[in-house]
C-alpha cells in the first residue's frame, strides 16, 4: 500500500489538485448552469478518485527520492529475498566494493506466506522467515571482509528500496531475483520498476539456487 | 504490509513482553496520527454534506437560497482567496525550515496565522450581516451548522499555529524532517481546512 499523503508536500499538492478542479468547477457553473458544474464536480471526484487508488496501488510511476551520502564511502543496497544467500549474489557485491571502502544494507522485504496471511497483516511469520534469511547472508557478507547490516522490508520490494533510500546514501544498487521462469519479481516487473523510478546504477543479479546447490 | 528495522547486533537478544510495533513505510506516528483524524474528520464534514444536499434537493428544490435570503457570494470569494492564499504562505513556511530559513518559518507561519484570522474575522462579520439565523429554515441550519463548523476547524488551526508560531519564535525546528514535525502536522491539518473551505464555498455559495 503506497500512501499517496506522506507530508505536507503531498497534501499542498493535493491542495493545488482541489484548488484546480474547484476553480474550473465554479468557473463552468457561473458560466452556464449550476448543474453543468455539478456534473463536472461528479467526472473530476470519480477521476480523483480512480487516481488515488492507482497512487495508493503503487500503479503509478513517480521519482523515488534519494538520499546523497558525501563522506567517500561506497554505499550498496542490496534487495534480496530467497536469493539473498545466492553465491552469485555474494559474487556480485564482491565484485562491486572490490578495494572500496564500502558499506552494505541488506534488505529483505518480508513477503507473506499466502494472500490470507497478507490482507489479515498476519506478518510475524514472513519477517521471521525474511529475518533469519538476512542475518545468514550479513555473516556471508562479513565473511568477505565487508561491513553490512541489514532491515527488513516492505513487501512490495519496490516501497522497501524506497524506503531504505530514504535513511540510506546508496551509490548503487543490487537487485537479485530467482532465474526469470520462476521469479515473481520480474513477473511484477520490479526490476523494470526500479530502473523507472530511481536515478541510481541498478544491477540486476539472477540466482539459481537449484543449480548451486547441484554444483554443490 | 508493514516494515521493521532489525538491526543485526540485537538479533539475538532476549526479549520480553510484546513484540516491538512495526512502523509502515516509515511515516513517523505524528503524521500517521494527523492523516487518521482528517479520515474521522472528512466523515464529519460527510454527514453535514449529506444533511446539506439533502434539504438542497429533496426538501427545497425550486430555488437556493430560498426566497427572500440571499448569500453573500462576492464577500465569500474574497474570503476563499484569503484562505487559500494561506496555504501558500504556509508551505512556504515548510519550505524555508526545509531549507533552514529560519526567518522564512517565521514569516510563514505569522502570515498563515493573519491570513487565518482576517478569514475568521470576515465570516463572523458576515454572520452578524447575513440578515438571517440558524433558526430560520433548514436552510439557515444547515449554512450556519456546514460554515460553523468549518469555522471551527480554522479555528482549531489556529491554535495549532498559534504553538508552532510560539516555538519558531524561540529557536524550535531544524531542517531535518524529524526536528519540523511541529510545522508539518499543522500544516497538513491547515491544508485540509483550506481543502474543505473550497468544497464548502462551492457547494453553498457557487453551485
Known amino acids: 500500500m503506497h500512501n499517496p499523503l506522506r507530508s505536507e508536500s503531498d497534501a499542498f499538492r493535493w491542495f493545488i489538485v482541489v484548488l484546480a478542479g474547484g476553480t474550473s468547477v465554479g468557473v463552468l457553473a457561473a458560466l452556464t448552469r449550476p448543474l453543468v458544474g455539478v456534473v463536472w464536480a461528479a467526472l473530476l471526484i470519480g477521476f480523483g478518485a480512480g487516481f488515488a487508488y492507482r497512487a495508493a496501488r503503487g500503479a503509478l510511476l513517480r521519482d523515488v527520492a534519494v538520499t546523497r551520502g558525501g563522506d567517500g564511502r561506497f554505499r550498496l543496497l542490496v534487495v534480496a529475498n530467497e536469493t539473498v544467500q545466492g553465491e552469485a549474489l555474494l559474487s556480485e557485491i564482491r565484485e562491486r566494493c572490490r578495494d572500496r571502502r564500502a558499506e552494505v544494507l541488506v534488505v529483505t522485504p518480508a513477503l507473506p506466506t499466502s494472500r490470507a496471511a497478507h490482507w489479515a497483516s498476519d506478518v510475524d511469520e514472513a519477517i521471521e522467515l525474511a529475518r533469519q534469511r538476512m542475518e545468514l547472508s550479513l555473516i556471508a557478507i562479513g565473511e568477505l571482509g565487508l561491513k553490512a547490516r541489514g532491515e527488513i522490508g516492505d513487501s512490495d520490494p519496490n516501497l522497501a528500496i524506497e524506503d531504505a533510500l530514504r535513511v540510506f546514501a546508496a551509490d548503487e544498487i543490487v537487485i537479485s531475483t530467482h532465474p526469470p521462469e520462476r521469479s515473481r519479481w520480474l513477473e511484477r516487473g520490479v526490476v523494470d520498476r526500479a530502473h523507472e523510478q530511481i536515478d541510481l546504477p541498478i544491477t540486476h543479479v539472477v540466482v539459481d539456487l537449484s543449480a548451486e546447490h547441484a554444483i554443490r | ?207
Open chain 2, 1 to 207: 504490509m508493514e516494515s521493521a528495522t532489525v538491526a543485526l547486533d540485537h538479533a539475538h537478544e532476549e526479549h520480553h513482553g510484546p513484540p516491538e510495533a512495526h512502523q509502515s513505510s516509515r511515516i513517523d506516528r505524528q503524521t500517521l496520527g494527523i492523516l487518521l483524524f482528517i479520515v474521522s474528520e472528512v466523515m464529519l464534514f460527510g454527514a453535514f454534506f449529506a444533511a446539506y444536499f439533502f434539504l438542497r434537493v429533496v426538501v427545497d428544490p425550486p430555488s437556493w437560497p430560498p426566497h427572500p435570503y440571499e448569500l453573500p457570494v462576492t464577500v465569500a470569494l474574497v474570503n476563499t482567496c484569503i484562505l487559500v492564499s494561506s496555504s501558500f504562505t504556509i508551505h512556504y513556511a515548510l519550505e524555508s525550515i526545509r531549507k533552514g530559513n529560519r526567518a522564512g518559518l517565521k514569516l510563514g507561519l505569522v502570515l498563515t496565522w493573519l491570513l487565518g484570522a482576517t478569514f475568521l474575522f470576515i465570516q463572523v462579520n458576515e454572520y452578524v450581516h447575513l440578515g438571517f439565523s440558524a433558526r430560520d429554515l433548514g436552510f439557515g441550519s444547515i449554512f450556519y451548522s456546514l460554515t460553523g463548523l468549518h469555522g471551527a476547524h480554522v479555528f482549531v488551526g489556529l491554535v495549532l499555529l498559534s504553538f508552532a508560531s510560539i516555538r519558531a519564535f524561540r529557536g524550535h525546528f531544524g531542517p531535518e524532517a524529524k526536528d519540523h514535525l511541529g510545522v508539518e502536522v499543522p500544516g497538513i491539518y491547515w491544508h485540509f481546512v483550506d481543502v474543505m473551505w473550497i468544497v464548502v464555498f462551492l457547494t453553498v455559495y457557487v453551485l
